[in-house]
């Protein structure tokens, strides 16, 4: 009997994530509707195409370039989440984690001039101390990592507006640029932005992201330490009592998910896409894209490589809408839409399962 490929958890949970893809972008559609109907049916698409909207292949090479910049730190922040939540902790404070790495490599480059492999540590060293304090807390005095790490978040925040300050240009709020007041610490571009036309922000962010993407799902899938990570998620209580370490593994977890998404802030602020301002008032919307990211990849390592591009590739497209209809942060309401919609998952694999099911008694009674 042929073996029903709907059957595979993997395709379960690929068609699963199209199916809130496509029911997102319909409910964004609909949205668009209700503010300007004129314009709906151009800004969804232009959404949709983002750097395709432009008719030279040079500059859609560009900006493709662009949007593979910036999918590199939003892959590490939501295998930062995946990675928590695997081990049955939801990591909220990966915004916090992602700042301080951001805080970290920015101020070793412009205060201490250091090059770009001391920089990129300290800011991985950065998020992994603010996973610490959270994995401490949750072990030591069961404190939910939830209102931990909402709090380390703006801890996080203000005390980077703080510390950039020292290092920000004069007449503006940004920090100095850092091609010009840190090229040593620009990461090395392997040579792979003459592959997006010259595009000098694509570099060893992007290579580097994928490895561990793939580093993660073999400490989950094919290691011991990974088996008891996820025994812990399961059942500390039972862990413990396996004589598993469930304290460590707690904090470990925090550890490891912090580093990643400190190293986050480093993939993106190292490339010198972008420049510090000492005045956000606000979390960067990376470190909560991040969730969307993990849970549309289907919480897979490797799924999450995808779901973080077309994340980013949707953000950056909404940049693309008509601005005297729309504000480019329509695209950043179809992302929470689809992150809502992926709340749905389990109850979409239960369907595809009953379906199945169903099918299947139809078939053997018909027998």
């Not at 003459?194 to 490895?211: D, K, M, R, W």
Request: proline share 2%.
């Amino acid at each position: 009997m042929k073996k029903n490929l709907l059957k595979n958890n993997i395709v379960q949970s690929l068609l699963t994530s199209l199916i809130c893809i496509i029911l997102g972008m319909i409910v964004g559609f609909i949205v668009l509707l209700f503010i300007n109907p004129a314009g709906a049916a151009e800004a969804i698409i232009s959404i949709a195409k983002n750097f395709f909207c432009y008719n030279s292949t040079n500059m859609q090479l560009k900006y493709l370039g662009n949007t593979l910049a910036k999918t590199a730190p939003l892959l590490m922040c939501s295998l930062s989440v995946l990675f928590s939540y695997k081990v049955g902790l939801f990591n909220i404070g990966v915004a916090g984690q992602y700042v301080v790495g951001a805080c970290a490599c920015l101020y070793a480059a412009l205060a201490w001039h250091l090059s770009w492999l001391p920089c990129m540590l300290l800011a991985i060293l950065a998020g992994a101390v603010f996973g610490a304090i959270s994995g401490a807390l949750k072990a030591y005095f069961n404190v939910n990592e939830v209102i931990s790490g909402i709090m380390l978040n703006w801890i996080g925040l203000y005390g980077t507006n703080m510390i950039l300050s020292n290092v920000k240009e004069a007449a503006s709020p940004y920090t100095y640029q850092l091609s010009a007041a840190g090229e040593q610490a620009i990461l090395p571009t392997l040579g792979l932005g003459a592959l997006f036309n010259n595009n000098q922000y694509v570099g060893l962010a992007l290579p580097l992201s994928i490895i561990c993407a793939i580093a993660i799902w073999v400490i989950l899938e094919k290691t011991r330490f990974g088996y008891e990570l996820k025994a812990t998620g399961y059942n500390k209580n039972a862990a413990k009592y396996s004589g598993m370490a469930e304290k460590r593994n707690m904090i470990l977890t925090l550890i490891i998910g912090g580093a990643l998404a400190g190293l986050g802030g480093s993939l993106l602020y190292q490339t010198g896409y972008e420049q510090w301002q000492c005045t956000h008032s606000s979390l960067p919307a990376m470190g909560f894209n991040g969730i969307a990211a993990a849970f549309l990849g289907g919480l897979s390592p490797i799924g999450t490589i995808f779901a973080s591009f077309f994340i980013q590739h949707i953000t950056a497209g909404g940049t693309y809408v008509d601005k005297t209809m729309y504000c480019s942060q329509i695209s950043d309401l179809i992302s929470a839409i689809i992150v809502y919609l992926c709340g749905f998952v389990g109850f979409f694999k239960y369907a595809i399962n009953t379906h199945i099911a169903k099918r299947e008694a139809r078939k053997g009674g018909n027998e």
